[in-house]
């Protein structure tokens, strides 16, 4: 039965290679999504495979052999892609804190100003937060067992001073013999006492699988 319906179609390779490679990974990873959908009518071409490359999630180069396919051009489709398109930029931006735009994808309404205005909003507050967990911490300032050990070694200075000597009577002095003066032996003037640190704490601070694709 002959369809007279004319539509469209392109090789999926010759709508994916032509792409910066940092507007790919989401196309990727949710095509098959998008067929589930209806978002994207396409059908496998017999034997056929091509390699793409493009950055991941985290902005590193990977490699990807893709089944060749044949995919109906439609409106729905085109949003599709365009929208995956900047949603797959604005990602990898934002995991390696590279946001940026210039004038010229301003004028040709290829970047989204406002939204990347709010992707730059949400990282700064993350950040902040993160700043602000770690201040804290800092601030909690010594352990409780650094603070015992403190104590403990103001109360060992204490009990070390030594004791005056008592004077003694000169009468008891003048009967004492010549033999027991110098045989006495002297009264120790202070007890040294060693007081061990106790050392403190550390505080430390701070798939989609889809049928797209062969092998990576």
């Known amino acids: 039965m002959k369809n ?3 539509y469209a179609t392109i090789r999926l390779s010759s709508l994916l290679r032509p792409l910066p490679n940092n507007e790919v990974c989401l ?5 098959t999504d998008a067929l589930l959908e209806g978002v994207i009518e396409a059908m496998p071409e017999q034997d056929q495979t091509f390699d793409l490359v493009y950055l991941n999630e985290q902005g590193q180069e990977t490699t990807a052999q893709l089944n060749e396919e044949f995919v109906v051009v439609t409106d729905e489709m085109t949003r599709w892609l365009a929208a995956q398109q900047l949603a797959s930029r604005y990602l990898i931006m934002t995991n390696t804190r590279t946001l940026h735009t210039t004038e010229e994808r301003l004028k040709n309404q290829l970047d989204d100003l406002r939204a990347m205005a709010q992707i730059r909003r949400d990282a700064l507050k993350k ?6 967990a770690k201040g804290g911490q800092k601030a909690k ?3 409780k067992a650094t603070k015992k050990s403190s104590r403990s070694g ?5 009990n070390t001073r ?3 000597q008592e004077r003694q009577d000169p009468t008891d002095a003048a009967l004492a013999k010549p033999a027991d003066l110098v045989n006495k032996p002297a009264a120790d003037a202070q007890t040294s006492i060693s007081n061990k640190a106790v050392a403190a704490p550390q505080i430390n601070a701070e798939d ?7 092998n990576t």
């Open 154 to 158: 103001s109360v060992s200075s204490k």
């Open 162 to 164: 030594a004791k005056p």
């Open 127 to 132: 950040d902040r937060a993160a700043q602000a």
């Open 27 to 31: 196309i990727v990873s949710g095509y």
């Open 208 to 214: 989609h699988n889809t049928d797209l694709f062969l």
């Open 141 to 143: 300032g010594p352990s």
């Open 4 to 6: 007279d319906a004319a």
